[in-house]
């Protein structure tokens, strides 16, 4: 009798062979996934006999990922503060950076926005995580989740549904940043724009590298020329008092602090929990 642990051990084998970190959570995960069960009760089920179901199931993810193809896309949705969105090739995975950022501006919304009705810009959108937390986190908001990858938007489009009424309440549009946006309109922009210098691009981890898309990636020659457009734009599209955050790479940040336009005040610049600097909140100011 093959046991749901024998299968285990050899799953978690195969990726500790193939230089996979983590191998012991990916393939708990996995299984987890498979039985639509909670990983914290596998071992409850250890000495439960495997179907050869599951089994083919679980070794056909295990090669995936030990030919580095990111496990959020293996098991096609992965979490994102307190909900669980749908994720696949065509947006970048969801990081906890972003959850970092998106504390911070819900903090600053709440000091500085009293319309609690605003309307915001999640731009470079990809999965839609950071608009469906603002319309999640702000009930009465609306907003626009925007991105020039249609791959992208339709990954956000399948996770419109965490949000109640989003008919009502948030559209998609395929847009070259801020650039199809009228004057003034938003009292927040949100965004996770590509800022990988183009040569740091061939030395990426094999998971972004060859699996992750690189529209989403790159930001040109020295990662910054999506960020400075952006800064650009968003004079030009935020409502005055209003706020712009945004994720930028390690190394970046004097340089973006360089060509923030005068309109602009810095309200933070914040490192992430690994101490990266990571993103900055703006607030427009006439």
Same mark, same amino acid.
Request: include cysteine; charge should be negative.
């Given at each position: 009798?093959t046991t749901l642990?024998n299968?285990?051990?050899? %799953? ?6 193939? #230089?996979?970190?983590?191998?012991a ?12 069960t909670d990983? #914290?009760?596998l071992p ?9 179901a ?8 295990v ?18 503060l307190d909900f669980?969105?749908?994720?696949g &090739?065509?947006?970048?995975?969801? =990081? ?6 998106f ?27 950071l608009g469906?937390?603002?319309a999640r986190k702000?009930?009465s908001?609306h907003?626009w ?11 956000a ?6 949000v ?10 395929? %847009? ?14 949100? %965004?996770? &724009?590509?800022y ?6 061939a030395?990426?981890? &094999? ?5 992750? &898309? %690189?529209?989403?990636l790159?930001?040109?020659?020295n990662g ?10 968003a ?8 706020l712009?955050a945004?994720?930028?790479?390690h ?7 360089s060509i923030?336009p ?15 600097? =990571?993103y ?7």
């Amino acid at each position: 009798m093959t046991t749901l642990k024998n299968v285990l051990i050899e %799953a978690r084998k195969k990726l500790v062979d193939a #230089g996979i970190d983590d191998a012991a959570s990916n393939v708990d995960l996995m299984a987890a996934s498979i039985l639509q069960t909670d990983r #914290g009760r596998l071992p409850l089920l250890w000495h439960e006999p495997c179907e050869s179901a599951f089994i083919e199931s679980l070794m056909t993810m295990v090669q995936r990922r030990c030919q580095h193809e990111p496990l959020q896309y293996i098991l096609g949705s992965w979490s994102f503060l307190d909900f669980v969105v749908n994720t696949g &090739p065509g947006a970048l995975i969801p =990081r906890p950076e972003t959850e970092e950022l998106f504390v911070d501006l819900s903090g600053y919304i709440e000091k500085f926005i009293l319309n609690k009705n605003f309307l915001f810009a999640d731009v470079c959108t990809g999965t839609g995580i950071l608009g469906v937390a603002l319309a999640r986190k702000f009930p009465s908001s609306h907003g626009w989740l925007s991105d020039i990858s249609n791959d992208a938007l339709n990954i956000a489009k399948s996770n419109l549904e965490l949000v109640e009424n989003w008919p009502d309440r948030l559209g998609l549009l395929r %847009a070259d940043l801020l650039s199809s946006f009228a004057s003034a309109v938003f009292e927040v922009i949100v %965004a996770n &724009p590509p800022y990988v210098c183009s040569s740091d691009m061939a030395g990426l981890q &094999p998971e972004v590298r060859d699996f992750e &898309p %690189a529209l989403a990636l790159d930001g040109g020659e020295n990662g910054l020329d999506l960020i400075g457009k952006m800064l650009e734009q968003a004079c030009f599209c935020l409502k005055n008092g209003g706020l712009l955050a945004f994720e930028h790479g390690h190394g970046q940040r004097n340089d973006i602090l360089s060509i923030i336009p005068p309109s602009f005040e810095v309200l933070k610049t914040a490192d992430d929990l690994c101490g990266r600097e =990571r993103y900055m909140v703006l607030r427009a100011i006439r």
